[in-house]
Nanobody, 121 residues
Framework: QVQLVESGGGLVQAGGSLRLSCATSGGTFSSYVMRWFRQLPGKEREFVAGIGRSGINPTYADSVKGRFTITKDNAKNTVYLQMNSLKAEDTSVYYC??????????????WGQGTQVTVSS
C-alpha cells in the first residue's frame, strides 16, 4: 500500500511563496494520478490541483490558477505544489492524494497526513 508524506508547509507573509512536497513509498507512483486538496476546520475538503500519471495535463482550481504549479517527478516518487503570490485565504491544511484509478473517485484516494500552510496578511 502506498504511503504519502507531505512537507514544506509553514508560515509565510502574503505575497510570499512556499513549495509543498509529497513523497510516496510502497506503491507504483507512476501509475497514480496525483492531486492536492486543502481543508479548513469545519469545511469540506477543496480541490487545489491535479496532474496526470506521466506528469502532464495539470489542472487547477480557479482560485489558484496562475499562482500555483503542480509537478510530478516519477523518478523521485514525489509530487510538488509550488505556491506563489500567496494570499491569506490560502491558509489551510494541504493534503496530497494518490488516485489509483484516475477516475476521481475520492473513496479510492490514498491520503497523506497533511501539512499546515499559514499566510499572514
Amino acid at each position: 500500500q502506498v504511503q504519502l508524506v507531505e512537507s514544506g508547509g509553514g508560515l509565510v507573509q502574503a505575497g510570499g511563496s512556499l513549495r509543498l512536497s509529497c513523497a510516496t513509498s510502497g506503491g507504483t507512483f507512476s501509475s497514480y494520478v496525483m492531486r492536492w486538496f486543502r481543508q479548513l476546520p469545519g469545511k469540506e475538503r477543496e480541490f487545489v490541483a491535479g496532474i496526470g500519471r506521466s506528469g502532464i495535463n495539470p489542472t487547477y482550481a480557479d482560485s489558484v490558477k496562475g499562482r500555483f504549479t503542480i509537478t510530478k517527478d516519477n523518478a523521485k516518487n514525489t509530487v510538488y505544489l509550488q505556491m506563489n503570490s500567496l494570499k491569506a485565504e490560502d491558509t489551510s491544511v494541504y493534503y496530497c492524494a494518490a488516485d489509483p484509478t484516475g477516475a476521481g473517485i475520492s473513496a479510492r484516494y490514498i491520503w497523506g497526513q497533511g501539512t499546515q500552510v499559514t499566510v499572514s496578511s
